[in-house]
């Protein structure tokens, strides 16, 4: 490009193409203005610019010639690299499960700004889909957790569903007359609920979310984690004790006229609200499929 | 039917009985996917009040009534820029001592004397904290540090009954002779040893 082009303006002209001495410079009235082509930068040149003659290079040496040693190369003396001795910080990094944080900061942020819906139970999907949050299952991302930087700022009622939770998160949740779960997504139902269209559009039944593992079904079974396999009971033992403790009255949600929408929960098999393991959602023909062979709902069931 | 069986386990909060039967409830609606790991079926409804026993076993926590309290939030002390100056995170807790009826008559005058530092002259007890960062974890240490006054306040010095001192007294002289006995043994086995020449 730099050969084809001579000095800039006769660059111009030859771009104006054939018969574009009729047309007016500023394109015909009632066009759409186009864009005027902006002018390419000017290659490094010599010869008294900013960028030549040594070109950022220095003088003479190794440094101008381009035969620097290696990064980390401290001229024969033990580098600091290899001096350090080993040690398994990062051992097993990638068997580590790691949660997206999700401050309530952010949350208060996407309600206001009407991403997200809190008239409807907040999830993975919502907030993926308003891009407030982005989770990599791929990159041993196993969710979000949420985090306490803006407890003292929120304000709002939300049926959220998260896969770990502060407890200072869980009250300022809770204080607001809002209802927070924890619940535990296996890679593949993760990847799934993130991006659920691309899921539909393989055709594929809806698979049963799995659970959790060992040393997670302890984290998910106490209510003070709010586990979706707690008892529930419990559970609402634990509100009034966190309460309590954090000195805020308990809102009494069974005298909210949002009850329903905010005791909706999902069953622990169940990866989308309203869908069952085991359909098949037609997002062309906009149609559900429902198996239904005995051997195969009873599979789904289980 | 769930519903009225957990109505009847009497819970402290009434809503609670609501909250559980929603599950039972959808069940038998037949509209929600159920699994066998659901929640009602992983804790059925019990038909005896026996569950609901567990809370009372623990000793309870003082209850505070925060009505009674005044709570006020300023801007916290140290390094920290922007943040510390702007944001409202000191907590300060006060409440007439004198008055307070839900600490115990001689609790409230055992604090008076263990605490008058923390007294002011209107006769009210302060309490602050602005360790956290935020303002609802540093009212719960307030909180916190209010049970503890209550807590120590409460405690009784241990009383040793006499057959105890007596048992220690006892134990005592015991170890000390044993300790002059292995002594003398010892000393005779030094003795027999030394070979006097006279």
Redesign the interface.
């Known amino acids: 490009r730099g050969a084809l082009g001579g000095s800039g303006h006769e660059r111009e002209r030859r771009a104006a193409g054939p018969g574009a001495a009729a047309l007016p410079a500023q394109g015909l009235p009632g066009q759409p203005q186009a864009q005027p082509r902006l002018q390419k930068a000017e290659r490094r040149r010599g010869r008294g610019r900013y960028g030549g003659r040594k070109c950022g290079r220095g003088h003479k040496g190794e440094r101008q010639r381009g035969n620097r040693p290696r990064l980390g190369f401290e001229g024969g003396q033990t580098p600091f690299y290899l001096a350090i001795p080993k040690y398994g910080f990062n051992e097993g990094h990638s068997l580590r499960r790691q949660y997206q944080p999700l401050s309530l900061q952010r949350l208060q942020y996407l309600i206001d700004l009407g991403r997200v819906d809190p008239t409807q139970p907040i999830d993975l999907t919502q907030l993926t889909n308003a891009r407030g949050v982005t989770v990599q299952p791929l990159k041993r991302d196993y969710g979000i957790q949420l985090v ?1 930087e803006g ?2 700022i929120f304000a709002a009622k939300v049926n959220i569903e998260v896969q770990r939770a502060s407890e ?1 998160a869980i ?2 949740i809770e ?1 607001n007359g809002g209802v927070v779960t924890t619940s535990f997504y296996d890679p593949r139902s993760l990847e799934i609920l993130c991006k659920p269209v691309v899921f539909f559009l393989r055709g594929k039944p809806i698979p ?1 979310r799995m ?1 959790p593992p060992e040393d997670l079904v302890r984290y998910y079974t106490d209510p003070r984690n709010r586990g979706y ?1 707690a ?3 419990k559970v ?2 634990a509100r ?1 004790e966190l309460a ?6 308990l809102p ?4 909210d006229e949002l009850f329903k929408m905010l ?1 909706a ?1 999902k ?4 990866i989308f609200f309203g869908l ?2 085991g359909w098949i959602v037609n997002l062309a023909d906009k149609k559900i499929l429902k198996p239904t062979d005995e051997s195969l709902l009873k599979y ?3 | 039917m769930a519903a009225h069986t957990l109505r009847g386990l009497c819970r402290p909060w009434p809503g609670l009985a609501l909250l559980c039967a929603r599950f039972s409830q959808r069940a038998a609606a037949g509209t929600e996917y159920r699994s066998s790991h659901s929640l009602d079926k992983l804790y059925p409804p019990r038909q005896d009040g026996t569950a609901a026993r567990t809370a009372e076993l623990q000793p309870p926590t003082l209850d505070i009534p925060m009505a009674r309290l005044t709570v006020s939030y300023s801007r916290s002390s140290g390094p920290g820029g922007q943040n510390v100056n702007k944001v409202n995170s000191k907590a300060e807790v006060r409440f007439h001592l004198a008055s307070a009826d839900w600490i115990p008559e001689a609790v409230r005058q055992k604090m008076a004397l263990m605490h008058r530092n923390k007294i002011n002259r209107a006769g009210e007890l302060i309490v602050t904290s602005e360790e956290s960062r935020y303002q609802m974890r540093n009212l719960a240490i307030c909180l916190e540090k209010i049970r503890t006054m209550v807590t120590e306040a409460i405690e009784k010095p241990k009383v040793v009954s006499k057959e105890t001192a007596q048992k220690l007294i006892e134990r005592v002289e015991k170890m000390n002779r044993e300790r002059l006995r292995q002594k003398k043994m010892h000393s005779t086995i030094k003795q027999s040893r030394k070979a006097d020449f006279d």
């Open positions: 306490e407890a003292d200072l009250a300022a204080k049963k659970l396999l008892d529930p009971s609402a033992e009034l309590k403790k954090y000195g805020y009255v009494d949600i069974t005298k005791s929960r069953d622990p098999r169940q069952a393991p789904y069931s289980s």
